[in-house]
T-cell receptor
């Protein structure tokens, strides 16, 4: 079993829809990361969080440490949000990142 | 800052040849990471450095892979000899030690034929 599991694997939405991507992990962590990878291949860090909730524009990330679960929400989705979203965790005491398999999001106009 | 710079962006080589991938981290960052991405396995950490010293190389697949960081502004990942199963996208990332948010380069797409 992977240490970091994401769901769903693939997600198709219509422009304007509210989107949720889930991440569960099975190890002790110091932080959880949400990354975005566009079709061109570049990877951008969206959030790093260890508790609570963070918001950047239309993106919201939450984490529940007790349940070992995080969600990434996108409000008012847009076709430019189409990308692969990757959850990763820093295991306690290390900078080493362990990655989920990613969620491929397609937002249709 | 121009961000993390990797070269080359694409590399096609024949099996058995030596391949060297290069990375220039963001100035001032003291942690550097090499990752590999494949369809089958997703993203995996190969090795990371703090202050130019290798800290964890447990992800390096085998002796054919080696990485160096001779100074704070340059790192290489070398594969010798290369094999078709090494075909992947290799990412370099850098960060401030302890901050853990990493900044990624654009990646090098390696194809070994």
């Amino acid at each position: 079993k992977n240490e970091v599991e994401q769901s769903p694997q693939n997600l198709t939405a219509q422009e304007g829809e509210f989107i949720t991507i889930n991440c569960s992990y099975s190890v002790g962590i110091s932080a959880l990361h949400w990354l975005q990878q566009h079709p061109g291949g570049g990877i951008v860090s969206l959030f790093m969080l260890s508790s609570g909730k963070k918001k950047h524009g239309r993106l919201i990330a939450t984490i529940n440490i007790q349940e070992k679960h995080s969600s990434l929400h996108i409000t008012a989705s847009h076709p430019r949000d189409s990308a692969v979203y990757i959850c990763a965790v820093s295991k306690g005491g290390s900078e080493k990142l362990v990655f989920g398999k990613g969620t491929k999001l397609t937002v249709n106009p | 800052d121009a961000g993390v710079i990797q070269s080359p962006r694409h590399e096609v080589t024949e099996m058995g040849q030596e391949v060297t991938l290069r990375c220039k981290p963001i100035s001032g960052h003291n942690s550097l990471f090499w990752y590999r991405q494949t369809m089958m396995r997703g993203l995996e950490l190969l090795i990371y450095f703090n202050n130019n010293v290798p800290i964890d190389d447990s992800g390096m697949p085998e002796d054919r892979f080696s990485a160096k960081m001779p100074n704070a502004s340059f790192s290489t990942l070398k594969i010798q000899p290369s094999e078709p199963r090494d075909s992947a996208v290799y990412f370099c990332a850098s960060s401030f030690y302890g901050a853990t948010e990493a900044f990624f380069g654009q990646g090098t797409r390696l194809t070994v034929v």
